[in-house]
C-alpha cells in the first residue's frame, strides 16, 4: 500500500510540475498533463526497479521478482490503467 500511495504523490508532483509550467510561460508548453505525470512516475519506477535489481537479495525468503513485482510493477500498473481510463473518458465526454 505503501507503495501506492509513493508512485501516486510523485505522479501527481509530475501533474502538478506540468499545470505550474504551463502557468508560468502563459501558454500550453505540455498539452496532455496527465501524460506528464505518468512518465515522472514510469521514470522513477524505472531508477526504482534498477535498484531493486542491482541490491544484494535481502536475507529472507522473497527474490528479487517478488519485490520488484509488489513495489515496483503493481502501483504502477494501476496508476497507468487509472490514467488512460480518465483519458479515455475525457476522449468520450469531448465527442459528445
Keep these: 500500500m505503501g507503495a501506492l500511495v509513493f508512485y501516486t504523490v510523485i505522479y501527481f508532483l ?22 506528464a505525470g505518468l512518465v515522472l512516475a ?10 531493486i535489481i542491482s541490491s544484494p537479495p535481502p536475507h529472507h525468503g522473497d527474490g528479487a521478482g517478488f519485490a520488484l513485482g509488489l513495489y515496483v ?16 473518458q475525457d476522449r468520450q465526454d469531448n465527442e459528445r
Design 14 to 35: 509530475g501533474y502538478y510540475a506540468a499545470h505550474m509550467l504551463n502557468e508560468l510561460s502563459g501558454r500550453k508548453l505540455i498539452a496532455n498533463r496527465r501524460m
Design 42 to 51: 514510469l521514470l522513477v519506477g524505472t531508477a526504482h526497479g534498477y535498484k
Design 73 to 88: 510493477l503493481l502501483p504502477l500498473a494501476i496508476i497507468t490503467i487509472a490514467v488512460l481510463y480518465l483519458n479515455w
